[in-house]
């Protein structure tokens, strides 16, 4: 980084962040944003700058599945001083999270600044881990059926004393293998 212009610095860090950042001012008047976040959201680079946060906002919102839950998370921080997430569903499957703080200076709000990542691999990655351990428990739970079955079918056929403890013994870990599945 050759220039010592620290609003240049700004905007190369900004810029090479992986997240989609978008900053708006007090007033809702657009400060900076990266080209991360106007690719994120199909928004054309020239536009964005004329644009205030609300219309922003709400660009935003027409990509979503529930738009009015998002608009209505994303209002009530415009003039409030904490920081907060939201997972956000678009109708082409993606999905965001979206982390939104304040912008301050000296205890007086200046603005927001908005992140965007795109969690869409993970989140399908955590459905598939869930449903093959899903699967994995059901197929689980099937074959103790069958063990707990084995093991009726003994107790009615043995009528060996000393064989009874290892049939409650087995009785017993099928229990506990349930239960922890």
């Known amino acids: 980084m050759e220039s010592n212009d620290p609003q240049e610095l700004l905007i190369t860090i900004i810029e090479s962040i992986s997240d989609g ?6 007033a809702g008047e657009t400060i900076t944003y990266n080209t991360r976040f106007a690719d994120m959201f199909k928004i ?3 536009l964005i700058p004329s644009k205030n946060s609300q219309e922003i906002l709400d660009l935003i919102a027409d990509q979503l599945e529930e738009s009015i839950s998002f608009l209505n998370w994303a209002n009530n921080f415009q003039t409030n001083p904490i920081a907060d997430i939201f997972t956000i569903k678009f109708v082409d499957g993606k999905i965001f999270e979206c982390y939104s703080a304040p912008v301050s200076k000296e205890n007086l709000l200046d603005g927001r600044v908005w992140t965007f990542e795109d969690i869409t691999k993970l989140t399908r990655t955590e459905e598939t881990a869930k449903l093959y351990l899903d699967l994995m ?3 689980i739970r099937n074959r103790l059926q069958g063990i707990v079955m084995s093991v009726e079918i003994l107790n009615i056929m043995i009528e060996d ?3 009874i403890p290892t049939i409650v013994d087995i009785e017993d870990n099928v229990t506990r293998c349930a239960i922890l599945i």
């Not at 950042?21 to 007090?26: L, N, S």
């Open 161 to 163: 004393p000393e064989s």
């Open 44 to 46: 054309s680079r020239e």
């Open 21 to 26: 950042i978008y900053i708006h001012g007090k």
């Open 137 to 139: 428990s059901h197929d």
